[in-house]
Nanobody, 124 residues
């Protein structure tokens, strides 16, 4: 499985960015999930948004609900993260991830097995 991200950059507080991730080498099937994680300097990597490729169902961390939207373009095997009303706390390296889904309290989550190289997002 290969994941290649693009779309990061520097924006001002309140701005928007759209991240893209081309995913190849996986079987498009029920039980497979894709997602976006981020890591700020000095902090642990955290899940930002995830989806199941069949369904799809989505998950967002609380701090981005209402501002970020995760989606996929099936024919292009591309995962997107539309980020609006960006805040300085959103600054970090953003990683695309893929793996099997697991289920916690009726919520579908991603168990990452493959990672992209990351794309930097800076909000000032």
């Amino acid at each position: 499985v290969q994941l290649v991200e693009s779309g990061g950059g520097s924006v001002q507080d309140g701005g928007s960015l759209r991240l893209s991730c081309v995913v190849s080498g996986y079987a498009y099937s029920d039980g497979y999930c894709l997602g976006w994680f981020r890591q700020a300097p000095g902090k642990e990597r955290e899940a930002v948004a995830e989806l199941s490729v069949v369904g799809p169902t989505t998950y967002y961390t609380d701090s981005v609900k209402g501002r970020f939207n995760i989606s996929q373009d099936d024919p292009k095997r591309t995962l997107y993260l539309q980020m609006d009303n960006l805040k300085p706390d959103d600054t970090g390296m953003y990683y695309c991830a893929a793996g099997n889904c697991y289920y916690r309290d009726t919520v579908t989550r991603l168990r990452p097995a493959h990672w992209g190289q990351g794309t930097q997002v800076t909000v000032s």
